[in-house]
């Protein structure tokens, strides 16, 4: 099987012959991505995904957009997002132990009976056992860590648990100027960039030709390595939601019954050579490569998970034991892969002028989770910030291998915790892109059949 992926993978490149080989910035190749991804880690993050530690996810869908005018959210019946309704969630969740270390009440047929009634579940996930020490160690933790995202209150009122099976992140019609405008400040505010630069094919932008991709790209190569690497992982995460929409796209709508599947033309307009005069390829590339960045933190953080004192606690002893063993399997592989991204060669200056690197680098980033407030469809918002979160969450692990290497084997670390709502971003974010590199594949072969 592998013979064949290696055979396919050279005779129909990706819908053309440029992305290949090694990629800029680390000592990988794309094809040796596809083989890992496609074969051992993209059929085991789906299964795991789709655990109930890992469906449930707390959200806060409500928190105004604090750079401009909210501008109404999208009417468009594939952007609403469902909560569970109060009745249905465990007492447990109810009492307030949100991300500690707890076993908070929870019973399996509430949420059996939420999702029977086709309505938003919630669960009581949490990571550990019922040790007071524990929760002692919760409530010294503070929010001075390296976070990187703007955390939602999960104390909130307005945060509520959303099934992620049940929302899946697809196409869902929302585009146009308020889309356009939440990514344009992404970029052109938060990305090391002057404004007198333009990014290629941006549509707010004034049209400037070959000057202005040309511009672009000598301001991006002349940047630092840390800056450069910014750039790419916004543009990686950007490119893998886009796939994600080409590959779930309403393709029918009849009488109550929606038809979704992979809309090979929108991908072209998006990533195809000559459509987009080579960005596409650049876009997919920084998709590669923002794999490889969370590759290396699940590779860092993989000591952490495999403590006998941390469980991915749902109240479901057998289920809770087989989402470890299987989350292990995952981090075995990812130990096995040869070309990983060394992250050692990033704020590796003079100290101080990498302290003040890193903490600008942190606080754009942190700003972008925000900007995530600002998406007009609820379902876009809440892939957005699941993404975004789960990003963050990995660069906070990159940037924490100190306190990871001293964390205690038998109780909670004070040096670097993990909230139950950072592991769920984290593992979905990547399960995402791993998908995203999946469906490169299907969509290879859907044009193969076309042509």
């Known amino acids: 099987m592998l013979r064949k992926m290696v055979l396919f993978l050279a005779l129909s490149g990706l819908l053309h012959s440029e992305l290949t080989g090694v990629l800029d910035d680390c000592f990988c190749d794309v094809e040796s991505i596809d083989i890992f991804n496609n074969l051992k880690i993209y059929p085991r993050i789906r299964k795991l995904t789709e655990r109930d530690y890992f ?69 009581n996930s949490t990571l550990s056992n019922q040790s007071k020490e524990a929760f002692a160690d919760w409530a010294r933790h503070d929010d001075a860590q390296d976070h990187f995202c703007e955390l939602d209150d999960e104390t909130s009122p307005d945060a509520e648990y959303v099934d992620l099976l049940l ?3 697809r196409y869902t019609g929302y585009k146009g100027p308020s889309a ?14 002057p404004r007198s630069v333009y990014r290629p094919l941006n549509p707010l932008a004034p049209s400037r030709g070959e000057d202005q991709r040309e511009g672009f790209y000598t301001w991006l190569e002349g940047l630092c390595l840390e800056k450069r690497v910014f750039y790419r992982l916004i543009s990686g995460l950007h490119s893998s939601i886009n796939i994600h929409l080409c590959a779930e796209y ?28 080579g960005e596409g390829t650049r876009r997919l590339k920084n998709l590669y490569f923002l794999y490889l960045i969370e590759l290396r ?46 992250e050692k060669s990033m704020f590796a200056g003079h100290k101080l ?39 963050g969450t990995a660069l906070k692990i990159l940037f924490s291998e ?26 979905n974010g990547f399960g995402r892109l791993s998908t995203s590199i999946y469906q490169l594949h299907h969509f290879r072969q859907l044009w193969k059949e076309k042509r």
């Open 55 to 123: 469906r449930y996810y707390r959200v806060n869908l409500k928190r105004p957009c604090p750079f401009w005018p909210d501008d109404g959210h999208c009417s468009i019946k594939d952007c609403h997002v469902e909560p569970c309704p109060e009745s249905k969630v465990p007492v447990g969740i109810k009492s307030g132990n949100y991300n500690k270390y707890s076993q908070a009440a929870n019973t399996m047929s509430d949420v059996v009976e939420c999702q029977q009634a086709k309505e938003l579940g919630a669960i």
């Open 167 to 169: 929302n899946p992140e």
């Open 180 to 193: 356009w405008r939440v990514w344009n400040s992404i970029y052109e505010e938060n990305c090391f960039k």
């Open 250 to 277: 309403l393709l029918d709508e009849g009488w109550g019954r929606s038809v979704w599947g992979p809309n090979v033309q929108e991908f072209r307009q998006r990533f195809d050579m000559a459509e987009t005069k």
């Open 297 to 342: 933190a699940l590779y860092k953080v993989a000591p952490y998970f495999e403590r006998a004192i941390v469980n991915l606690y749902t109240g479901n002893a057998q289920e809770d034991g087989e989402t470890k063993d299987l989350l292990l399997h995952i981090f075995n592989e990812i130990k096995a892969f040869p070309m990983h991204f060394d």
């Open 353 to 391: 002028e990498a302290k003040t690197l890193k903490e600008e680098f942190r606080l754009h980033f942190k700003n972008i989770s925000r900007i995530m407030d600002c998406v007009g469809c609820s379902k876009c918002r809440l892939w957005g910030k699941l993404q975004t979160q789960g990003l």
């Open 402 to 427: 100190k306190e990871i290497k001293n964390l205690p084997e038998h109780s909670p670390s004070k040096g670097f915790q993990l909230t139950r709502q950072e592991i769920v971003a984290l593992m």
